[in-house]
């Protein structure tokens, strides 16, 4: 069983710049979650894909879009990078969709670093 | 004030003792609790996953949940040098969109051989 992977490790960008981040859930998971973990503090959910459309959102700007392609992976997007956005990127996939159970696996995580 | 609150630690044991960690919350709407273990520079791990009140143990982990006084617990027996790591709580709420977890800020855990 192949579990969560992101894609790329880490990155460096600009001020301004725009990013795509990926995620491959793990099999058998149709549902994609994305958060944003600071140094030292606890993972902030960004938002939820589910069946390829967006099933929830924490209080991110709308410049954090994300997509779910058929096969259930997924793409965070960031535009007009900040450097408050700098921060390690988890993708976690869980097993249901809309239902209340919980357990979301997460994968290694991309380290964006904005200058 | 946050939704869910944890001691950030560090938390510093010798091996072999007994690690006790825990999380307060204030959404009663919380129904499923979580322990995550995260190592430096890492993904979170999941390591133990509850449903509403009560015990649940899975080799030298046990998770408790007490929604009456939102409080909910992870215990490490024989704790070893390699569960160093900061652990992370999660809560969801039954049902609803997003499923999203809220997490604690996650206590640093050292444990000195």
């Known amino acids: 069983e192949t579990g969560v992977t992101q894609s790329p490790t880490h990155l460096i960008k600009t001020r301004g710049q725009q990013v795509t981040l990926r995620c491959s859930s793990q099999?058998?998971?149709?549902?994609v979650s994305w958060y944003q973990q600071a140094l030292g503090q606890g993972p902030q959910f960004i938002f939820q894909y589910y069946r390829e459309e967006e099933n929830g959102r924490g209080n991110f700007p709308p410049r954090f879009s994300g997509l779910q392609f058929p096969n259930y992976s997924s793409e965070l997007n960031v535009n007009a990078l900040e450097l408050d956005d700098s921060a390690l990127y988890l993708c976690a996939s869980s097993p249901r969709g809309t239902s209340g159970s919980g357990e979301q696996y997460f994968g290694p995580g991309t380290r964006l670093t904005v200058t | 004030q946050k939704e869910v609150e944890q001691d950030p630690g560090p938390l510093s044991v010798p091996e072999g003792a007994i690690v006790s960690l825990n999380c307060t919350y204030s959404?009663?709407?919380?129904?499923?609790f979580m322990w995550y273990r995260q190592y430096s520079r890492k993904g979170p791990e999941l390591l133990m996953y509850t449903y509403s009140s009560g015990n649940k143990e899975d080799g030298r982990f046990t998770a408790q949940v007490d929604k009456s006084s939102k409080y909910i617990s992870l215990f490490i027996r024989d704790s070893q040098p390699s569960d160093s790591a900061t652990y992370l709580c999660?809560?969801?709420?039954?049902?609803?969109?997003?499923?999203?977890?809220?997490f604690g800020g996650g206590t640093r855990v050292l444990v000195k051989p």
């Open positions: 999660a809560m969801n709420k039954a049902g609803g969109a997003g499923n999203k977890l809220t």
């Open positions: 959404n009663s709407a919380f129904q499923y």
């Open positions: 099999s058998g998971h149709n549902t």
